[in-house]
């Protein structure tokens, strides 16, 4: 059977505050294959500031046409803002993807537009960025830098996008969907050192699955947040963190969750670059859900809202 799986545009690491214009961009000259892109801009919280609104140089999407898994397509933002296309096959003798030649991306589209001219697509965009991928029959595992450090990114999944292909140009409709909230520090910056830890009624995720239902995606650490970092961004405000606030306590946790507050309790734990230790808790936060942004004081803007212990 043949397999295929295409690509689609990433996204923006940050959030743009409400805006959601559409964009129709065409993907760079570096395969033979034209890619045009439509998609709107996710939003993450419509009365925060952005941490950045436009997509960044690197950001990179994976995603899969109607179901299929042995093809796919990353598409690479680059600084001349254009989206840079590599069209990747399962090779069964090497047993990984191998990059297309562009005569091979030619001929892949040529006979996607023969045999399945229109479509769905099915897409993820993971922060820290794409360090493999591995193939199965009925999934694609996107293997990412934060899994690899036990960390929680940000992450923006598409289960509803659609395809079509014609005269050998593949067109992508999708719309990233934000499937953590994300939490801002004031007035910090990554290359001070700063590491963060949360704890709560969050869950962290890093990494991921395309399957024929949709995208799931790959917890970290134990439930709660616990025993596992945040990958840390830069952004205008400071840093920025991300995870997916519960919506209801899992069972097991009912005790733990009302010992704390219920639904809403959050805790982030921040260390400089000399090992000291900051903390702060909020409770209260039972509205905050999946596509919001906070932004809250750090240490260097009020020190009073942080408990601190000295290494």
């Known amino acids: 059977m043949k397999k295929i799986f295409f690509a689609l545009a990433a996204l923006v690491l940050a959030f743009t505050g409400c805006s959601q ?8 000259e570096k395969k033979a294959v034209k890619v045009v892109v439509n998609m709107d801009k996710p939003g993450f919280g419509e009365d925060t500031r952005a941490a950045r ?21 990353k598409l690479t933002y680059q600084e001349d803002k254009t989206w840079e296309t590599a069209f990747y096959k399962y090779d069964e ?28 697509v099915k897409a993820a ?6 360090l493999g991928v591995s193939y199965d029959e009925a999934y694609v595992h996107i ?15 598409c289960e509803d996008g659609t395809y079509s292909v014609s005269e050998g140009v593949l067109t992508l409709t999708i719309t990233m969907v934000p499937q953590v909230a994300q939490f801002t520090i004031e007035d910090l910056n990554v290359v001070d050192g700063y590491s963060v830890e949360y704890a709560g009624t969050i869950t962290a995720y890093a990494s991921g699955i395309i399957t024929a239902g949709g995208v799931e995606l790959n917890p970290v650490g134990a439930p709660g947040g616990l025993d596992c970092g945040a990958w840390v961004h830069d952004n205008e405000d400071g840093i920025s963190i991300y995870a997916s606030p519960w919506q209801e306590v899992p069972e097991g946790f009912e005790e733990a969750v009302i010992q704390r507050g219920g639904l809403g309790y959050f805790c982030f734990t921040l260390y ?19 596509g919001d942004a906070v932004i809250f004081d750090g240490p260097t803007t009020d020190a009073s809202k942080w408990d601190y212990q000295e290494k």
């Not at 214009?21 to 760079?28: K, P």
């Not at 965009?125 to 794409?130: C, L, T």
């Not at 000399?274 to 909020?282: G, I, T, V």
């Not at 409770?283 to 905050?288: A, D, E, V």
């Open 143 to 157: 293997i990412t830098k934060a899994l690899t450090q036990n960390m929680g990114e940000c992450i923006m999944t």
């Open 125 to 130: 965009y993971f922060s820290s960025g794409v």
């Open 93 to 120: 003798d090497e047993d990984l993807y191998i990059e297309l030649t562009e005569e091979g991306s030619v001929a892949l589209v040529a006979e996607l537009e023969t045999a399945l001219p229109s479509g769905s």
């Open 21 to 28: 214009e559409e964009d129709a961009i065409q993907v760079s």
């Open 53 to 73: 609104t436009e997509w960044v140089e690197g950001d990179e999407v994976v995603a899969v046409l109607a179901n299929q898994f042995g093809v796919y397509v």
């Open 272 to 290: 400089d670059a000399d090992n000291n230790r900051y903390y702060r808790e909020f409770t209260g936060k039972n509205t905050l859900k999946n």
